[in-house]
């Protein structure tokens, strides 16, 4: 089976402006989860999405928002991007009663 | 409140043994995990605990003791490649799949 897949990346924006990141899950698995990693505060759960709906989300400001679709591949958009933004994005994705969730390459972001 | 703790950095010998260790005060249990993660590159998933005990996979083993909100990895007959970050997340009951990380334990391995 072909592992998860994170397009673009490698991305550069500037302050303000908005982002979408994709990713596509392992074939079968229909729960997506969303981490940012950065140096000072590690990896930093964003939200998990299941069959379309978020199901948890962690302690991100509005700007970052998600949505999955009914191919379970998944969305992720940061909007008004800040320097603090800079991190890499990773998902990741579990099959129906796994606990093992499966990461993706990621996306990095560079904000200027 | 949740909190992961791990050493920061250890340095071990090839062909050593070395225990990354890792504590947790998480509200509510449902396993704990161990990753692996190359500079640059994805975590890779080494192994899950939910019950008390050791769980042996070739070279890696790890253990939890859910008492002591306590686990170890341990890497046996050290190799260079081995040399990498090790995370160690905790799943909270109720969390469907939300992982809290550590802020991991970067191993360099020396001839």
């Known amino acids: 089976k072909a592992g998860v897949t994170q397009t673009p990346r490698y991305l550069i924006k500037t302050r303000g402006q908005q982002v979408t990141l994709s990713c596509s899950p392992i074939?079968?698995?229909?729960?997506v989860s969303w981490y940012q990693q950065t140096p000072g505060q590690g990896l930093q759960f964003l939200f998990e999405?299941?069959?379309?709906?978020?199901?948890n989300k962690g302690n991100f400001p509005g700007r970052f928002s998600g949505r999955q679709f009914s191919n379970s591949r998944s969305e992720m958009n940061v909007s008004t991007l800040e320097l603090g933004d800079s991190a890499l994005y990773l998902c990741?994705?579990?099959?129906?009663?796994?606990?093992?969730?499966?990461f993706g390459p990621g996306t990095r972001l560079l904000v200027l | 409140g949740q909190n992961i703790d791990q050493p920061t950095e250890m340095t071990a010998t090839e062909g050593a043994i070395v225990q990354i260790n890792c504590t947790y005060q998480?509200?509510?249990?449902?396993?704990l995990f161990w990753y692996q993660q190359h500079a640059g590159e994805a975590p890779t998933f080494l192994s899950y605990?939910?019950?008390?005990g050791l769980e042996e996979k070739g070279r890696f083993s790890s253990f939890l003791s859910r008492s002591k909100g306590y686990s170890y990895l341990l890497l046996k007959e050290l190799q260079m490649k081995d040399s990498a970050s090790y995370l160690c997340?905790?799943?909270?009951?109720?969390?469907?799949?939300?992982?809290?990380f550590g802020a991991g334990t970067r191993l360099a391995v020396h001839p």
């Open positions: 990741a994705s579990s099959g129906t009663g796994q606990e093992t969730q499966y």
């Open positions: 074939s079968g698995h229909r729960s």
């Open positions: 999405y299941f069959s379309e709906t978020q199901r």
């Open positions: 998480t509200s509510g249990f449902n396993g």
């Open positions: 605990n939910v019950l008390d």
């Open positions: 997340a905790v799943k909270e009951s109720g969390g469907y799949n939300k992982l809290i």
